[in-house]
């Protein structure tokens, strides 16, 4: 079975810059997150889609950050403009979801950002 | 808010001796699941433990659950150099969370051959 993919795995850019993240889920899996990992610290969600609809996006910061999910497979998330705070590892995972409990995320090996 | 915390935040051990890593929360919850970070192969799965289960075995891997004192722990037994990585427990909280996982800072064990 494929694993979670995401693209790029690196990306530098300047502040004010825009960027966006590409997700591509294990097939079959219903619920798609983002996470936010910053040096030393745990994966912090940013936004869960159950199919194509947003079932969480409380962390996300969304004056500058955006995410869609079309046609319930891929996602991409977008950060525009970027700031220095920014930084930091976007974690792609999936799982299957049995009712409200969580079962096992998959993730993929992230996009490591940089921003100057 | 935080939920997962762990604790100690690193571990530094030889191989072959045991290492517990410890994690505490604050709300109800429906799991409890503990998963590794190393820069090889990323963010990993280890064991989910549900909120009616006491402990669970997975190879070298035993995971306790504690609901009224809110705690969990993960011990690796015969550590191994390949067993260097942080570990990260992450909670389920209960309602309609819908999946939701709120991760911890992590504990950093080191191996040393």
């Known amino acids: 079975e494929a694993g979670v993919a995401q693209s790029p795995r690196y990306k530098i850019i300047e502040k004010r810059q825009s960027v966006a993240f590409w997700c591509n889920p294990i097939s079959g899996h219903a619920t798609l997150y983002w996470y936010q990992q910053i040096l030393g610290q745990g994966p912090k969600l940013l936004i869960q889609f159950q199919n194509n609809g947003v079932v969480d996006d409380s962390q996300l910061p969304k004056d500058r950050f955006s995410a869609e999910r079309l046609k319930g497979v891929d996602s991409t998330l977008k950060i525009q403009p970027a700031k220095l705070e920014d930084s930091a590892v976007y974690l792609c995972?999936?799982?299957?979801?049995?009712?409200?409990?969580?079962?096992?995320?998959?993730f993929g090996p992230g996009t490591r950002l940089l921003v100057l | 808010s935080q939920q997962g915390e762990e604790d100690p935040q690193a571990l530094s051990i030889q191989e072959g001796e045991n290492a517990t890593m410890n994690c505490s929360y604050k709300?109800?919850?429906?799991?409890l699941q503990w998963y590794r970070q190393n820069s090889g192969r990323g963010l990993v799965h280890l064991i989910l433990?549900?909120?009616?289960?006491r402990e669970k075995h997975s190879g070298r891997l035993r995971v306790t659950l504690d609901t009224s004192k809110k705690s969990s722990s993960l011990l690796i037994t015969a550590s191994r150099a390949a067993d260097t990585a942080s570990y990260f427990c992450?909670?389920?909280?209960?309602?309609?969370?819908?999946?939701?996982?709120?991760f911890g800072q992590g504990t950093i064990l080191t191996v040393h051959p």
């Open positions: 995972a999936s799982s299957r979801l049995v009712g409200v409990q969580a079962e096992t995320q998959y």
């Open positions: 709300t109800s919850i429906n799991n």
């Open positions: 433990i549900r909120s009616n289960e």
């Open positions: 992450a909670v389920n909280a209960g309602g309609t969370s819908y999946g939701k996982l709120t």
